[in-house]
C-alpha cells in the first residue's frame, strides 16, 4: 500500500515564496542583485534590535522563554491591552494556522478572499477546510458580498487590511458595517501586516474593535521593523479566544533572539519613522515614473505595488531576474498580467524603472 498522506493534503498548491538573494546570485551568476519582491524592508534591521541580539548571542544554548515574557510586556504596554490578550508567533503566517488548529475541525467553513495573501487559502486546505472563495471587486474586499456567504458554519474570515498583494484597504465605516450581526460562531482574521505603513484617515484599528468581536489581529515585526528574517508576528484578541491558540502552540515557538530583536525595534521609533518615509517617498517616485511610461498601477497604502504589464509581465520578470532585479509575478494569484514590486531604496526604485522601460519601451 505504502504512505498515505491525508487526503486534504493532497489539494495543497505549496506557497512558492519571493526568490532569496543568494539564489538568484547562484543561478544567473550575479553579484549585484536587489529585491523588490517580498515586501521586505529595504533598510535592514533596526540597529537597536541588532544591539540587543547580540547581548543574548552567548545565551542561544538555552531553551528562550515560551510565553516571550519580556516580549510580552513590551508589545502589551505599546498597544494598552493586558498581557494574556497576546500570543506571539514564528512569523505572523504562524497565527493563521493556530487559528485554524485552535477552532476550525475537518470540513468546517472558511472564507477567503481572492486574490488575497496565498497562506490562508493554502493553510485552510491543508488543514481540510471548507473554503468559500469570495473575489475581490476592483482590487479591493468586497464585504458585502463575503457577508452574503458568511453562516452559522463559517468559523474564519480572512481579512488582510490591508491588502496583500492589491495593497487597498478597507475603510473603517465598510468594517464597521461588516462586523455588525456576524454569528457568534464566527472570528473575524484580521491581518494588519502592514499597519504601519497606512496613513489615511479612514484605516480602521483593528484594536478598536477587540471588546465587541470575536477578532484576531495578526502584525507582525517583518515589516516595517525590519526583521522578516527572525520570524515574529503576533495575535491581540481576547484572553479567552488567546487560551485556546496557546493550547496548540509549540512550546518554543518564537526563538530567544527573535524574541530579544523584537524587543530592540520596538524602542527604536526613528527606525520605524525612516521607513514609512522611504515608502512613502518611494512611492511617489514609482507613480510619476509609471504614469510617465503609460503604465497603470494600483495605487497602494503599503510597500508594494500591484503593476499592470499586460500578458507579458511573466516574461518582463523573467527579464529583470536576469539583469539581478527580483520582483514577483502574480500568475499565482491568477493575475497574470501584473507583478507586484516591493517598495525599495531610492537606487533600487531607480534601478528597477530603468531596466523596465529598457525592456517595455
Ligand atoms: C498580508 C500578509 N500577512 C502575513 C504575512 C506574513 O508575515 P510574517 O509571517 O513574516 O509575519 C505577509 C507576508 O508577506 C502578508 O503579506
Not at 518615509?277 to 511617489?284: D, H, I, L, N, P
Request: with cysteine; glycine share 8%.
Amino acid at each position: 500500500m505504502g504512505i498515505i498522506p491525508r487526503k486534504a493534503i493532497l489539494n495543497v498548491k505549496p506557497y512558492q515564496p519571493g526568490k532569496p538573494i543568494e539564489e538568484v546570485k547562484r543561478e544567473i551568476g550575479l553579484q549585484d542583485v536587489i529585491k523588490m519582491a517580498s515586501n521586505e524592508n529595504p533598510l535592514g534591521p533596526s540597529p537597536k534590535a541588532v544591539a540587543s541580539i547580540r547581548k543574548y548571542l552567548c545565551n542561544i544554548n538555552r531553551y528562550p522563554e515560551g510565553g516571550c515574557f519580556y516580549l510580552r510586556q513590551a508589545v502589551a504596554k505599546k498597544l494598552k491591552i493586558k498581557p494574556e490578550q497576546l500570543i506571539f508567533g514564528n512569523g505572523s503566517d504562524e497565527l493563521i494556522g493556530l487559528t485554524l488548529r485552535a477552532f476550525v475541525n475537518e470540513g468546517d467553513e472558511v472564507v477567503v478572499a481572492s486574490p488575497t495573501f496565498l497562506m490562508y487559502e493554502v493553510a485552510s486546505t491543508a488543514h481540510g477546510a471548507k473554503i468559500k472563495v469570495v473575489p475581490m471587486r476592483y482590487f479591493k474586499y468586497d464585504l458585502k458580498a463575503i457577508k452574503d456567504v458568511v453562516t452559522k458554519n463559517t468559523k474564519v474570515v480572512f481579512i488582510a487590511n490591508p491588502d496583500n498583494p492589491n495593497g487597498t484597504y478597507v475603510a473603517r465605516y465598510e468594517l464597521e458595517d461588516f462586523l455588525k450581526n456576524l454569528p457568534s460562531e464566527t472570528i473575524v482574521f484580521l491581518d494588519e501586516a502592514y499597519f504601519e505603513f497606512v496613513e489615511e484617515q479612514d484605516y480602521p484599528n483593528g484594536l478598536d474593535y477587540l471588546g465587541k468581536n470575536n477578532l484576531i489581529v495578526a502584525r507582525t515585526f517583518s515589516k516595517a521593523y525590519g526583521l522578516a528574517g527572525l520570524r515574529v508576528g503576533y495575535g491581540i484578541s481576547s484572553p479567552e479566544i488567546i487560551k485556546y491558540m496557546e493550547a496548540v502552540r509549540e512550546p518554543f515557538n518564537v526563538n530567544l533572539l527573535a524574541q530579544m530583536g523584537a524587543i530592540g525595534s520596538l524602542k527604536d521609533k526613528e527606525f520605524v519613522a525612516r521607513s514609512k518615509k522611504t515608502v512613502r517617498e518611494g512611492k511617489k517616485f514609482l507613480y510619476t515614473e509609471l504614469k510617465a511610461i503609460g503604465v497603470r498601477y494600483v495605487p497602494s497604502v503599503t510597500n508594494f505595488i500591484l503593476i499592470e504589464l499586460g500578458p507579458k509581465s511573466g516574461e518582463i520578470t523573467e527579464k529583470l531576474l536576469k539583469k539581478g532585479i527580483i520582483i514577483r509575478n502574480m500568475k499565482a494569484w491568477g493575475l497574470e498580467n501584473f507583478i507586484r514590486v516591493t517598495v525599495g531604496k531610492d537606487a533600487e526604485n531607480k534601478r528597477f524603472i530603468r531596466e523596465l522601460k529598457k525592456i517595455i519601451l
